[in-house]
């Protein structure tokens, strides 16, 4: 089973990623890893990839799916694996599915997470990261609040809400995310492998929902 997740900052793709993990022993391809990783081994895509990044330049596409492809060639990738932030665009989609199918391999489920606004700021807003930089535990005020407040249980230092979690930021991260990621989704909608998921349900409730399209 290989899948495609999408869905806006707060929709929890981070958590059912690591429920696909879990249950099904699918592996997580999160480009930023695999590309930091190809980077410090000095493979010749990693050298091509940093010779971009030193410029300050965009890694491109073809770069990044050679990488990817690398990847999922590798054994453990049979049992299913999971692209968390790949592909982006429309042109990184049409590559992705084309190295695909040169790899005999099919995208069997894309699965967008999908909630509303007002919850997924409600969600990111009500973050709250320890200060110290050896800790930096995570808590929710809502969902996973810390037993004293303002005070983390691992270290006692403070915690602090990050600049990129306050409304105003939340709100121009959510814009930004909805019009890169709409033609996307337009692009996958209506295929028969093109799952939508109500992701402002408890988190049992979505992960049901998941293992029913899995199964
Ligand atoms: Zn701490």
Redesign the pocket.
């Given at each position: 089973m290989n899948v495609i997740l999408l869905g806006a900052p707060g929709a929890g793709k981070g958590t059912i990623s690591k429920h696909l993990v879990d249950k099904y022993s699918m592996v997580q391809i999160s480009t930023g890893d695999i590309l930091r990783n190809e980077v410090k081994n000095q493979t010749e895509l990693g050298i091509k990839a940093k010779s971009f990044m030193d410029s300050g330049d965009l890694v491109p596409d073809e770069v990044i799916l050679g990488i990817i492809e690398n990847r999922i060639k590798e054994s453990d990738c049979k049992r299913g694996f999971i692209m968390d932030g790949f592909p982006r665009t429309i042109a990184q989609a049409e590559g992705f599915s084309d190295m695909v199918g040169r790899n005999n391999l099919v995208i069997d489920a894309i699965l967008e997470l999908e909630a509303d606004d007002d919850l997924l700021i409600k969600r990111l807003t009500s973050r709250r990261t320890?200060s110290?930089t050896n800790?930096?535990?995570i808590y929710n005020v809502l969902y996973q609040p810390p037993a004293k407040e303002g005070i983390?249980d691992?270290?006692?230092?403070e915690l602090i809400q990050r600049s990129d979690e306050t409304e105003e930021a939340i709100t121009y991260r959510l814009k930004t995310y909805y019009e890169k990621t709409q033609p996307l989704i337009d692009y996958y909608n209506g295929g028969s492998n093109y799952h939508k998921i109500k992701a402002d349900l408890p988190l049992d409730e979505i992960k049901a929902s998941v293992d029913s399209i899995i199964k």
């Open positions: 320890c110290n800790c930096q535990a983390c691992k270290c006692g230092s």
